[in-house]
């Protein structure tokens, strides 16, 4: 079965500073990765995903990801922190199966 | 393009009651998947239609089932409300021709069952 685990359900960065969220898989097949971000009150929203090919992947608001599969990671990072980057983060994994098995989330506080 | 429509916003209920929510994909789109989302639990996948067809369904119980009209538009259904059942519906659309392609998420239907 697939899970995914996120370590630290908050993180506080200063603002400028690098972000780094953390997700481990687990996965029986070749995975597809995603982070998705969820602002207060609104849906999900993609930031990046994995599928094949390139283990760097970039995604919108300067946020990228590698995948590590030696690791079983798909950590999130961003070099420079704003505060309009303070919501919650989602790691997923999916399969086949037209599902996706969500961490449990990581809520990012960025410090003034 | 519009996104991803729910509807309604929020919903107060009690125990033993049912309900019903919407959910208007983004046009084109013919998948639509429906996620509960709580504290405790986090995001939990309820199940996926696509062109009318139920494909995948998650760990919830009977009282939790949903549908897919011919225009994609979907609604799910609660049946015999419990506390527990208080919570955050999602729901979101795709194309969903590969499975991995993006899931585009409404706002979400709060519902509080007292």
């Known amino acids: 079965a697939q899970s995914v685990t996120q370590l630290g359900s908050h993180v506080s960065v200063s603002e400028g500073a690098l972000v780094l969220l953390r997700c481990n898989y687990s996965s029986s097949v070749p995975p597809y990765l995603f982070w998705y971000v969820q602002y207060p009150n609104q849906g999900l929203q993609l930031l990046l995903k994995?599928?094949?090919?390139?283990?760097l992947v970039k995604g919108i608001n300067g946020f990228e990801a590698e995948f590590k599969k030696s690791e079983t990671s798909f950590h999130l990072t961003k070099p420079s922190a704003h505060m309009s980057d303070a919501a919650e983060y989602f790691c997923a994994v999916s399969d086949s199966s037209y599902k996706l098995i969500f961490g449990s989330g990581t809520r990012l506080l960025v410090r003034p | 393009k519009a996104g991803v429509t729910q509807t309604p916003r929020y919903l107060i209920k009690t125990r033993g009651q049912q309900v019903t929510l919407s959910c208007s994909p983004i046009s084109g789109h013919r998948s639509v998947s429906w996620y509960q989302q709580t504290p405790g639990q986090g995001l939990q996948f309820l199940f996926e239609?696509?062109?009318?067809?139920?494909?995948n369904k998650g760990n919830f119980p009977g009282r939790f089932s949903g549908r897919q009209f011919s225009n994609s538009r979907s609604e799910m259904n609660v049946s015999t409300l419990e506390l527990g059942d208080s919570a955050l519906y999602l729901c979101?659309?795709?194309?969903?021709?590969?499975?991995?392609?993006?899931?585009?998420f409404g706002s979400g239907t709060q519902l509080s069952v007292l």
């Open positions: 994995y599928t094949t090919g390139a283990t």
């Open positions: 979101a659309s795709s194309l969903a021709k590969r499975v991995e392609e993006k899931l585009f």
């Open positions: 239609y696509f062109s009318e067809t139920q494909r």
